[in-house]
Every structure is written in structure tokens, then in C-alpha cells.
């Protein structure tokens, strides 16, 4: 085995400390977060906390996860992603295979692609939006908060480099044995795209997850909050408990304990489903942000 030079050995030193270092400034804030979540009301107000859980206590989880609402607004933020997932593929994808043509096959290609691009550096702004959205009634229902960003313009530019990439002699070959444009979409280019396929899926499952403020403008009833909505504006008001023990509870937590709480189960699913789309992740962002 060949012996690796003093130059090469500092270099991967360096290369692994540098990635360590970031993974680390990644996940410390995060494992912070979690021992805050358990943690006891003074130890966290006494700013004590710090990776170990201090006056361990499931106060904060016990008040969330018995929260009825909490299991609603639950259901409407799994119903807006299976929903909103669904939308943005089937518009990113038709949306993007006939873009991703040559101006040959698709003469009118510039114009869309300028409209495309104009889209998503420009948008008419929130008050516009909002009136667009009450005037079609779709306020207080899921509609309003998966219809309003159907055509994620960036998912769609990754998707048209991508299918750019797909040789044009698979397409030519499936035209002449007599495959119709539905046809090589289907079976040629969305089994070749997983990659790709898989990355615009995340980003449409973490932002419709994420996103709080479309809850805010769009719900006027709090049973309609999706999760991120609901758990934004809960806080722990200790005057409205009246039970001597619930109270005894109540006090071994405080709002940044609460908040931390929040932040883990609203991170949680999205852990879950991460590692099975990651494989496909990096693979589709290389080739997709790639224009030939």
C-alpha cells in the first residue's frame, strides 16, 4: 500500500476538520434545543442549559401533545403536504418537460421561459395575493394554502435541466416506434429522474411543512391553523390554570422551554422522511443546477 505524502495527509486533516466543524455548528444548536425542551423552568431562565437537560421534566411535550388542536392542525399540515406535494409535481413536471425542448421542437420556448424566470424574481406581493385568494373563497380552507404556490418556479428550472439532460436520441427513438409525447414523458424520462424527481419533492414537502405565515393571512379560525400556524401561537399562560397540580406543573415551564418543544416535534417529521429521499438529493441538485 502506497504511503500518503505529509502534503496529502494535512490537507484531509484539514478537510475533515472543516467538515466536522460545520456539522457540529449544524447539530450543538439543535441538541441545545432539544435539552432546553426538557429542562426545568429556573435552570433555563438561568441560562444553565446547555447540551445536558437540567431539572429533567415532559411538561412542555405533555401540554403540546395533549392539546387536541394540536392533533387537528396536525392532520391539516399532513393533508396540505400529501395535497400541495401532489399540485407541485404535476405542474413542475408538465410544466417543465415542454421547456426543456430545443427551440426547434418548441419555437415558443423563449417567451415562456422569460415568463418563467420574470415569475420567480417578481411576484405582484402579498396584499394582491391575498385579495385574489378571498375573492375566489377559498379562505378557511385547504385551498388557500396549497393552490397559491402550485407552480414553484425554481422546483421547475431544476426539473428543465435536468430533463435537458436526458439524451434527445431516447426521444427520437421512442417518436419513430410511434410514442406520443404523454407516452416518453412517462416512460422515458420520469423513471430516468428520480434524482431530480426526489429533490423537487423535498423542497415541496419542507416548504409546505414549514410555512406558518400562509396559516396567519389565509385562516381567521384557529381550527383551520395547519401545525406550524397553531404551535407559533401557542404560549404558556400560567393564569388561566386553576388546578393546584396542573399549576405545580405550569411552573416548572416557561415559554422558552415551551418554544423549544415546539421546534423539536415540528422538526421531527421531516427528520423522519429526509434519510429515505437523501440518497437521490445531492445527485439531483449537481445535475439539475448544471445548464449544458
Not at 95 to 119: D, T
Not at 134 to 145: A, D, G, K, Q
Not at 225 to 243: F, K, M, R, S
Not at 250 to 272: D, E, G
Request: aromatic content about 12%; charged content about 15%; some cysteine.
Amino acid at each position: 500500500m502506497k504511503k500518503m505524502s505529509a502534503g496529502k495527509l494535512i490537507s484531509k486533516i484539514i478537510i475533515w476538520a472543516v467538515v466536522i466543524g460545520f456539522t457540529l455548528s449544524c447539530l450543538l444548536p439543535l441538541w441545545n434545543m432539544i435539552a432546553i425542551s426538557f429542562s426545568g423552568s429556573d435552570a433555563v431562565a438561568a441560562n444553565e442549559v446547555g447540551l445536558i437537560p437540567k431539572d429533567v421534566n415532559f411538561t412542555a411535550y405533555s401540554k403540546l401533545l395533549n392539546d387536541s388542536q394540536f392533533w387537528k392542525s396536525f392532520l391539516i399540515s399532513v393533508e396540505r403536504v400529501v395535497l400541495g406535494l401532489a399540485i407541485n409535481m404535476f405542474f413542475t413536471v408538465t410544466m417543465a418537460y415542454p421547456l426543456s425542448k430545443s427551440k426547434r421542437r418548441f419555437p415558443a420556448r423563449e417567451i415562456y421561459i422569460k415568463f418563467v424566470i420574470f415569475a420567480m424574481l417578481f411576484s405582484g406581493g402579498i396584499i394582491p395575493l391575498f385579495m385574489v385568494v378571498s375573492n375566489l373563497h377559498l379562505t378557511n380552507t385547504i385551498w388557500s394554502l396549497v393552490l397559491p404556490g402550485a407552480v414553484p418556479v425554481f422546483n421547475v428550472i431544476l426539473l428543465i435541466n435536468f430533463f435537458r439532460g436526458v439524451p434527445e436520441a431516447l426521444d427520437d427513438a421512442a417518436r419513430i416506434d410511434g410514442a406520443s409525447p404523454l407516452q416518453i414523458l412517462t416512460k422515458i424520462y420520469l423513471p430516468v429522474s428520480l434524482p431530480a424527481l426526489a429533490t423537487v419533492a423535498l423542497f415541496s414537502i419542507v416548504n409546505h411543512w414549514n410555512d406558518y405565515f400562509s396559516g396567519l393571512i389565509y385562516m381567521s379560525k384557529a381550527a383551520m391553523y395547519p401545525l406550524q400556524t397553531y404551535i407559533q401561537q401557542l404560549t404558556v399562560d400560567i393564569t388561566q390554570v386553576t388546578d393546584a397540580e396542573q399549576l405545580k406543573q405550569m411552573a416548572s415551564m416557561n415559554n422558552r422551554t415551551f418554544n423549544a418543544a415546539k421546534i423539536v416535534v415540528s422538526t421531527v417529521p421531516l427528520l423522519v422522511i429526509y434519510p429515505f429521499l437523501q440518497k437521490y438529493f445531492v445527485s439531483g441538485m449537481v445535475i439539475g443546477a448544471v445548464k449544458e
